[in-house]
């Protein structure tokens, strides 16, 4: 009885710690959230991000988005497609999961990230307020293109069968060479120290003719 009373306890300690530790995270959690992200920026860096955050979570509704300490995560069925980077006063950037490559020609203000971050993925800059606020338009219709273009990645990636293994083909065994007709062979010593030799094959063999040759005198 005292063993099991001990056992008890020892488990009842580990649930506790356990709880501890989800209530500890949750209170991280709860520390990173919107304003923790927008507070002390520009007005236009808070308008950007808002309307890129309505767009992304209009594209589909199994859009998560997710406040962590470094950025505001953006996935589809549990797989990440782009997050929004806050960090300074005077920028924003989204990271989007797409091959620069498959972009064609874009604007500066979006560059191959793979190399940075040893992934596939872009990065798109806004740091220029009046840059922005005169090309408004076109930097917002590439953008949207571009995440779009990562969220669609995923949503392919997640609904893409696997291509069935194809049957494996049995190999025929060889069948052994059947000789359905008698045959000789004569072996008979010459003076000068070689052997002659006779081989006598019925003309229904003339595959197995045909190897002797091969393996002995056209070899």
Known sequence: MEKELSDYNFKSQLLEERKEKIERSNKMREKFNEEF???????????????????????????????????????YNGLLFCYILLRKKENLKIWAKVSYSSLGSVPLFVRDYETVSRRVGVMITFDDQREFLQNKEAMLKVTGDIIKKALQGMADR??????PLKPIVEVEQVKPIEIFKPSSINISAVENGYLSINLEIHKSQKEILNKILQETIFR
Not at 42 to 67: A, C, H, M, N
Not at 158 to 163: D, L, N, P, V
């Open 37 to 75: 992200h927008t507070s002390g920026r520009p007005e236009w860096i808070v308008d950007l991000y808002l309307e890129l955050d309505r767009f992304i979570t209009s594209l589909k509704g199994q859009v998560r988005k997710e406040f962590l300490e470094s950025y505001i995560k953006y996935s």
């Open 158 to 163: 997640k609904g893409r069968k696997k291509t």
